[in-house]
């Protein structure tokens, strides 16, 4: 017998749950799931043969994410892959990849998104790769405090902080439009308490001109994500570098677009800049042709932020 591939229902999350919690180090999936009020006819099982238990899991995740012209479109991104060691090797993953494909053209997906590190699992599918870019080196050296005040932000932000990621993202290909929910779940599960959030405030209004998340674990320190006017970069650059250096770091890794102001700023954290190009974006054209997919994730400035992980 094989096993049986069927939507999910509300018994199956003790299940998921702990098929999740098997395969990954990341309890926020659970919690990220229910931001889904169709999450069950959205998430594909496959049961297995004896029909008591969940071998393995795709979730199609329903998102806005803007086009190469700015202009957002309904995509479907692929989340929570997870095969019970047992059960792979079995062709699972392609026939639950195969349910989602037909509901996420049924809901009309314009296309598909994944990010993964083995893109092996997907091509067969009919995802393809493609390139994006971040930059890496040694932390500079401290450098005098710039005329905006940096400091940690707080919960009191996030109004603030939420206009300059909308504002920074109006017309960013591949970024995705944040509802509140987004806001209140999947931002800080994926960066975190607001400690590891820095603001650039003017000294002179006390209005938020810039923010920037770091993550000051592993190697290195890494900026996952910036919101603002290009004058506060340096700043919020430099304080980051000043908290790896506290922490015991002393390299760097900066995931921003690949843009002048960005470019200018970089010597205030990094001394050797490199860049290094990975592949672990993957796209599947549905409704949309192939041309327009891949003209909107290799646009300048396409980004899409790790805060939105699916």
Known sequence: MTAVIRTATAADDPALAA???????APQL??????DPDRHRHTFVAQNADGDGIDAVVVYVPRLIRDARGTPRRVGGIGSVATRPEARGQGLVRRLLEAAEHTMKAERCDWSLLFTGTPGVYRGSGWQEFASTYTEGALAPPRAAGELRIREATGRDAVEV???HHAYNANRPLSSVRAPEDWAVRVPAWY?????????????????VGWMVAQYEGECVEVREFAGAPRSLGGLLAAVGE??????????????PDAPEVRAALPALLADARQVTEH??????????????RATVTAPGAVHWYGDCF
């Open 19 to 25: 098929l999740w919690r098997r395969c990954f180090d």
């Open 30 to 35: 659970v919690g990220l799931h229910t931001l």
């Open 280 to 293: 672990v974006g993957m796209a599947r054209p549905l409704h949309a042709r192939a041309d327009a997919v």
């Open 192 to 208: 975190g308490p607001p400690a590891r959030s820095l603001v650039a405030e003017d000294p002179g209004s006390g209005a938020l």
């Open 243 to 256: 908290r790896g250096r506290a922490a015991g770091l002393d390299r760097a890794r900066v995931r921003l």
């Open 162 to 164: 939420a206009a300059l």
